[in-house]
């Protein structure tokens, strides 16, 4: 393969090359550009100058480029002093529309617009598309039109003082140059100028190219491939012809070249891909291939369509390759240490002293701060974080914090103090904390080297924002600061160091002009992304454009084509990429391009559609054997008592059993934000039992059910700190929650005072009765305990009552049985029949009852139905017979299920299984 570059050296070998002054498109342009001459040059010579576009016409101009967020302080400088005190905006408001205004002032300039007529023209049809019969039109408009007639002053202010100062925009520097083009070639006229490479050039560059070549102070070589020149259609030749068309230089001279490569056979492959992360993958597959013949990869080329795949590509990059070059930025936003200062900021936007408890625990979990809390081999992270959950803090502070971690409190003041909404203070932390991340990565710099790069970037950056805010003094707080540190962020780049001339190449679409690779990867090759479509950022409208011939859409469309046909041109091997993927930053549409070369049907396209390989897996429920050790478990477990909700949990899940019981696993605990269900029972349970317990053996009156109304509220509060601990129940769901259980609570102690009203007695017998007793199953040849805490058991009218409280609702039917056999098996429906039948037989053995008994429910979110009693069933239907009491008859017939229940537990053959669970 012959590059462009080589081409061009072999056209000027009779030429001294080190008296030509080289214009390329970029930097890296050059770079090639001189490692072609030393391959072409048989003898030592001089290297000739070379320039990127932009170095040459800052060179004319005579400016210093000025940083976009500087230039945006500046515009807002102009705009402060143009725009009344009453009509101005703060800065933050200023920067999300002044940005895009002065994308438009560097069109205007590069374009060479007449500022008087583009400004007067767009005031003008603001004027008539606000028109009004009223002659007192509203403020809204006046400020309005107002804004509009001031665009033409706030872009010569801007000049005026960018001018003075020796600085410029892009666009100014450019605008500059023009003027400037007579005294530069009056002083540099034995100076011969090669611009090589380009294609789409604004007016300014036209301008000046022009003077120079029609001075024959300059010869210029063009890349265009005559299959896309000749097509008048063809996007790719779009400028090419627009070149020769009209520039008065080529009416006596010829056009430097047409080539004629693209027809010439190449394999070119497109594939398409789900997601960014499936393509960086299958890069790596296709670079595992490439290796196979050229193993150092010094002609390929990996070319991004979207900066964003960068880091998923380095991270796919296979490990034979040893030789690399990223042509492209990191940029500042993508760096793992930018997140904790992100972080920071938005936990300090607001003057609050207290934060919440997730956001703490993101920042001392962050990557850098974590290693802060080590101490040899303890990480007090931990120590923290349950401290925490213990305590339920929902919300914490920098003392609170230095309370439970008291040896932190230095890291704790960086932080978390209250940055009170002080600039000065903000950047000072985050500096300080900076140098105290570094000090801690210094123990091991050369494991850490690329930390430390991000730290010294990120020190680098907010050494910036201290200048901008003392130079100008506009940002008001940390909301402004976050906003210019934010767009800093996205402007700051992380620069790769390498070898340019050698190993894998990878680079954006712009770095690959006037290079030239064998195999060439295209990635993200979609509709929408190249080309990037109709995107108007921009207040001049889209006709306003076209009748000043500013670029649109449709020139920003054959760009994108010139540089995309332009790679594949040479090449031998393409690999084209596109996201199959349909979600909010994709359609899955692949790019135009790949259809207008499968209609140009020049080459045989090879497509090829790739998915991950998804292993199929067979739903299967899992099932545990019981080993000797799990038996053993068993055993002990038997022998400390089982409990109705451990067996019940069995009859649900076995495998719930399993974990819980034998395994001893337990669930995470965590900060509870919102009063969880079990935690409300809790309390009603507590409460109840601080009510209740002191007239155990006598029978309770209407005035003790009084005097307990008159206690609901602070008794419930007492149970509610205890378990809720520092949570706060003064506010939102909580407080709802909280009213709900005081009204649980007082409706329940109504409902015994109505009871007593009408004639009734009732006697207290036991509160939150333990009971454990033995269970006679032959079957086993060990002890088996059946234990539990009944909530209450009364006498009422002379009926014992054994009485279960449940905080949710439970209906009648729940507690009602037909056919035994069920209640070992349904837990949705029998789970609360089995636990009041348990604590029935429980209690009839140590109790041993001469009374009637029932045993039931009685369900706060039901407390109408009252006491909902157990009941045996004949049949299902409206005329069933019932059977309420728990006789010796129910009792057998309950424990002959249990033991069978229990049995099953305890057999080895029986496996533990795992149940759907609806």
């Known amino acids: 393969m012959t590059s462009f570059l080589n081409d061009v050296l072999n056209d000027l070998n009779d030429s001294d090359l080190s008296n030509l002054t080289f214009i390329m498109p970029s930097k890296r342009a050059g770079v090639f550009l001189k490692h072609e001459i030393s391959n072409y040059s048989s003898g030592p010579l001089f290297s000739p100058e070379i320039y990127s576009i932009e170095e040459f016409v800052e060179n004319l101009s005579q400016l210093k480029p000025i940083s976009n967020i500087e230039l945006l302080f500046e515009f807002y400088s102009t705009y402060k002093a143009l725009t009344p005190i009453d009509s101005q905006d703060n800065f933050e408001t200023f920067s999300k529309w002044a940005q895009i205004l002065l994308q438009d002032f560097n069109e205007i300039d590069r374009y060479q617009i007449a500022e008087d007529d583009i400004f007067d023209y767009l005031s003008a049809i603001q004027e008539i598309n606000h028109w009004s019969l009223d002659n007192n039109p509203t403020k809204l408009v006046s400020n309005y039109l107002a804004f509009w007639k001031k665009l033409k002053n706030y872009y010569n202010h801007l000049t005026k003082e960018l001018l003075s100062k020796g600085m410029g925009y892009q666009g100014l520097i450019y605008r500059e140059a023009v003027e400037n083009i007579q005294n530069y070639m009056d002083s540099h006229a034995s100076k011969k100028h090669l611009f090589i490479g380009f294609n789409a050039l604004n007016t300014s560059e036209e301008i000046i190219m022009q003077e120079l070549l029609q001075n024959n102070m300059a010869d210029i070589y063009w890349d265009i491939d005559e299959t896309f020149y000749k097509n008048q259609n063809h996007d790719a030749g779009f400028f090419a012809r627009k070149h020769i068309t009209n520039w008065k230089f080529y009416k006596n001279n010829e056009f430097k070249w047409l080539s004629n490569n693209y027809k010439k056979q190449k394999d070119i492959y497109v594939i398409g891909v789900p997601k960014n992360v499936g393509q960086s993958k299958h890069i790596s597959t296709i670079l595992k291939t490439i290796q196979n013949y050229d193993v150092s990869l010094n002609k390929t080329a990996i070319v991004l369509g979207e900066e964003s795949l960068l880091a998923p590509i380095l991270n796919s990059i296979p490990k034979s390759i040893t030789a690399l070059n990223i042509t492209m930025g990191l940029p500042l936003k993508s760096i793992p240490l930018t997140n904790l200062f ?122 910036e924002l201290e200048t901008l805010n003392s130079k100008y003094g506009y940002l008001t707080g940390t909301a402004s600061l976050y906003l210019v540190f934010n767009e800093l962020l996205s402007l700051e780049k992380l620069d790769f160091k390498g070898e340019p001339l050698s190993g894998l190449q990878i680079m954006g679409m712009l770095e690959s002009r006037t290079l030239d690779f064998e195999t060439v990867i295209i990635s993200s090759v979609n509709e929408g992304i190249l080309p990037a479509g109709k995107t108007q950022n921009s207040f001049i409208p889209f006709d306003v454009k076209l009748d000043n011939e500013l670029p649109t859409y449709k020139e920003k469309d054959a760009i994108y084509a010139y540089h995309f046909y332009r790679l594949i041109q040479r090449a031998k091997k393409v690999y084209i990429l596109y996201n199959t993927e349909v979600d909010t930053f994709s359609s899955g549409e692949k790019s135009r391009f790949i259809a207008q070369m499968e209609l140009e049907g020049i080459h045989d396209i090879k497509h090829e559609i790739v998915v991950p390989k998804v292993p199929l897996v067979e739903n299967k429920p899992i099932e545990i054997g019981k080993t000797s050790d799990i038996i053993n478990t068993l055993q002990s477990y038997a022998a400390q008592g089982f409990s109705p909700s451990s067996l019940t949990n069995y009859i649900r899940n076995p495998i719930d059993f399993y974990l819980q019981k034998i395994l001893k696993i337990k669930e995470q605990d965590d900060v509870e934000e919102t009063i969880a269900s079990n935690t409300l029972g809790t309390v009603i349970h507590n409460t109840l039992e601080d009510f209740y317990k002191p007239f155990v053996g006598q029978q309770i009156t209407s005035d003790d059910l009084q005097n307990m109304k ?16 520092e949570g706060d129940i003064k506010a939102g769901k909580n407080l709802i929650i909280f009213e709900i259980a005081k009204r649980y609570i007082s409706n329940f102690l109504d409902l015994e005072l109505t009871d007593l009203k009408n004639g009734n007695t009732i006697e207290i017998l036991a509160v939150e009765a333990e009971n454990k007793i033995q269970l006679d199953i032959l079957e086993l040849d060990f002890p088996v305990f059946l234990k539990g805490t009944v909530d209450r058991v009364d006498k009422r009218n002379g009926i014992v009552r054994i009485i279960d409280y449940k905080s949710g609702r439970v209906d009648k039917n729940k507690v009602e049985i037909i056919d035994w056999q069920d209640i070992t ?65 129910i009792l057998n017939d309950f424990y002959s299920e249990l033991k069978k229940l229990i049995i099953e537990i305890c057999n080895p053959e029986i496996p533990f299984l795992e149940k759907e669970i609806k």
């Open 342 to 463: 992100q972080n920071l900021f938005l936990i300090h936007k607001s003057s609050s002293k207290s934060f919440y408890y997730k956001d703490v625990i993101n920042i001392l979990s962050h990557t850098y701060i974590a290693p802060l809390l080590q101490r040899e081999d303890k990480n007090d992270l931990y120590v923290i974080k349950n401290a925490i959950t213990e305590n339920n803090l929902i919300y914490l502070t920098k003392s609170k914090l230095t309370v439970i971690a008291p040896q932190y409190s230095g890291l704790f003041e960086l932080l978390f103090d209250n940055w009170d909404d002080n600039i000065d203070k903000a950047l000072d932390h985050c500096q300080t904390l900076i140098l105290k991340i570094k000090e801690s990565l210094n123990t091991d710099k050369k494991k850490h080297v690329l930390a430390l790069e991000y730290l010294f970037h990120l020190n680098t950056l907010f050494n």
């Open 710 to 725: 008159h206690s609901v509220d602070n008794t419930v509060e007492i149970h509610f700190q205890k378990l809720y601990k």
């Open 825 to 889: 098996t349904d837990y949705d429906k029998y789970s609360k029949s089995f636990q009041v039948l348990s604590y029935a037989l429980m209690m009839d053995i140590s109790k041993n009852f001469s009374e009637p008994v029932e045993a039931g429910i009685i369900s706060f979110k039901n407390l109408n139905s009252g006491f909902l009693k157990f009941a045996k069933k004949d049949r299902s239907g409206a005329y069933a017979k019932k059977i309420e009491f728990i006789d010796e008859s």
